[in-house]
């Protein structure tokens, strides 16, 4: 897939419904996301968010009884599209998963998987491999910490070096978009302040769409939020003045915690 | 204050029956096993030695080694794993990784779970039919071999399809949202961790297919052979078969001879077991999750 395609949107749904077998977990989205904003995912429980965000990378059709309707464009194409080949898809929008999920193998093959992969037969020089590991390695601010353990099963890490890791094995395929699903839902304050403080690094370098439950870190760590609530998308403003002058009556509700 | 109360005390005493009682039972249950392998290395022991393990019969079997038996039926379990461990495999991964979850794919599930169960003299029937007539491999090791395999092939499935399910779906889902196909992803990460069940399976089947007689015995396993075979088409002799022929079918046969043949039967599978018991831990020990 080339490049953006002269657009500025990053992520653009129309009138996106999604049912899982008869039950419709997403009505008529509307989505406009700009190329390298943060933007975060908040609403309660079961009101989609990780459907929406599935949706956005085709995971979600691995389930045979998910039936979609609209369009998801992502970078100005539309990856529902017949010839689209979902590799591709993948390879331009990376997810991070609630839990930490290394695979069982060395730190440095973790980071190199997808490069390899996509790097086809031809195996990239040994000089040029390093580069790429500790470049990835260094944009999430993790290089110190294990330059010296890139052999180690990356399994043997800290969960906060974990999820990092499964940041950084993300971008030496240069994803356009990076989705994240409670990315800090597993790790402890420390550990979920140091990813945040990464994901707000990575700015500007790449869309990141977060979904999150904590309202501080919605506020602290995004440019723009969503909320949602019932399938539905109810409001998508700036994070600012989402929080302080929110323009729905449920978005005040669920800011407040009314919603629980 | 602390002292038991009468409640505590039946609680107490029922404990130490249920204890007795399950413990008698387990012991019931080695005893048998214990007395099988006592007889055997009482009975059989004195007979081992190098000229029994490795000369052919003599004197109509009555004395001489087993030599031939010993090889054939070494020989019938590598043709059989040759056969039913590319097949097996294959088919539990195909089964797991890429059979659509319908009904369709749990019949054959089940079809498979059934095929474990058919008597092993249904298997040699088949066997005598497909291999011997049908595709005109004759009586061989061939034939007898393919017999095994399709014996435990049902076993082999299961435990690769066990082992292939129980590396954990994340790994699964990381690869393929880095843009991994699912071959990919099979190769460099689901085999790696299934490996050590699979081949745990894999010596469990071994150790089956070698005691094995009813499967060989129409198809390859010959009574007595004076040479040992050349190639897959000929016939060839077996320990199990062997044990059958030495221990009912050969008057004047010196007591000691069927026992000792038992005991070689047994020290193969127990050996095979140990080892397989002995692979898992090794490989459990080196992976971490
Ligand atoms: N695989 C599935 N099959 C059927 N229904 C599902 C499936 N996944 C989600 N749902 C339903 O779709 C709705 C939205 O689920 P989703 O997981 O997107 O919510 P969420 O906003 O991410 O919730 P949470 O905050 O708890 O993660 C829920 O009502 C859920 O029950
Ligand atoms: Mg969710």
Redesign the pocket.
């Given at each position: 897939m080339d490049a953006a395609g002269g657009t500025e949107l990053a992520i653009r749904t129309r009138k996106l419904n999604l049912w899982?077998?008869t039950?419709q977990?997403l009505f008529d989205v509307d989505l406009e996301i700009r190329h390298g904003m943060i933007t975060s995912l908040i609403?309660?429980?079961?009101?989609?968010?990780?459907?929406?965000?599935?949706s956005v990378n085709r995971i979600n059709e691995r389930?045979g009884?998910?039936r979609i309707t609209g369009s998801v464009d992502v970078l100005g194409h539309d990856i529902y599209a017949p010839e689209v080949e979902l590799v591709q898809v993948r390879q331009q929008v990376g997810m991070v998963f609630q839990r930490p999920n290394p695979l069982p193998i060395s730190v440095r093959d973790n980071v190199l998987f997808g490069y390899d992969l996509h790097a086809g037969g031809r195996r990239k020089s040994r000089a040029e491999r390093e580069e790429v590991l500790e470049d990835a390695l260094r944009q999430v601010v993790l290089w110190d910490k294990v330059k010296d353990r890139l052999d180690h099963k990356a399994t043997a890490l800290s969960l906060e070096e974990q999820q990092k890791l499964c940041i950084a094995r993300l971008l030496p395929v240069k994803p356009g978009v990076l989705l994240m699903?409670?990315p800090c839902s597993a790790l402890d304050p420390r550990g979920t302040e140091a990813v945040e403080e990464l994901i707000w690094e990575l700015r500007g370098r790449y869309t990141i769409l977060i979904?999150t439950?904590n309202m501080a870190q919605a506020r602290r760590a995004s440019e723009e939020c969503i909320f949602?609530l019932l399938?539905k998308v109810i409001e998508h403003t700036d994070t600012a003045e989402m929080f302080v002058t929110p323009r729905h009556q449920e978005t005040a509700d669920y800011i407040e915690g009314r919603y629980g | 204050m602390f002292d038991a109360s009468p409640l505590n005390r039946r609680n107490a005493r029922n404990e130490m029956l249920v204890r007795l009682l399950l413990g008698a039972m387990t012991g019931l249950l080695v005893l048998p096993v214990l007395l099988i392998l006592g007889t055997l290395v009482y009975k059989g022991g004195p007979i081992i030695s190098f000229e029994f393990l490795f000369t052919s019969p003599t004197n109509g079997m009555t004395a001489g080694g087993i030599f031939p038996a010993l090889l054939g039926t070494i020989f019938l379990v590598l043709v059989a794993l040759l056969a039913s461990v590319p097949l097996g495999v294959a088919a539990a991964i195909y089964l797991s990784e890429y059979a659509p979850d319908n009904w369709f794919t749990r019949a054959i599930n089940l079809a498979i779970i059934n095929l474990a169960g058919v008597p092993s003299i249904v298997h040699a029937l088949f066997g005598v039919g497909a291999f011997v007539i049908f595709f005109r491999f004759g009586t061989s090791i061939l034939a007898a071999s393919l017999t095994l395999a399709i014996m435990t092939l049902p076993v082999v499935i299961v435990a690769t399809r066990e082992s292939l399910q129980a590396v954990p779906q994340a790994f699964r889902e990381a690869c393929w949202n880095m843009g991994a196909t699912r071959w990919q992803t099979i190769r460099r990460v689901v085999l790696p961790n299934a490996v050590s069940g699979i081949l745990t399976g894999v010596i469990l089947e071994v150790s089956r297919t070698a005691g094995e007689t009813a499967p060989i015995m129409f198809t390859g396993a010959a009574f007595f052979l004076p040479f040992l075979p050349q190639s897959v088409f000929d016939q060839t002799m077996a320990l199990s078969l062997h044990l059958f022929v030495v221990s009912t079918q050969v008057p004047g046969m010196p007591e000691e001879l069927p026992f000792g043949v038992a005991l070689v039967l047994i020290c193969m599978v127990l050996a095979m077991n140990s080892l397989s018991i002995a692979l898992r831990m090794y490989l459990r020990g080196r992976k971490r999750w």
């Open positions: 899982y077998g039950f977990a609403g309660p429980s079961g009101c989609g968010k990780s459907t929406l965000l599935r389930l009884y998910v699903d409670e979904v439950h949602m399938g | -």
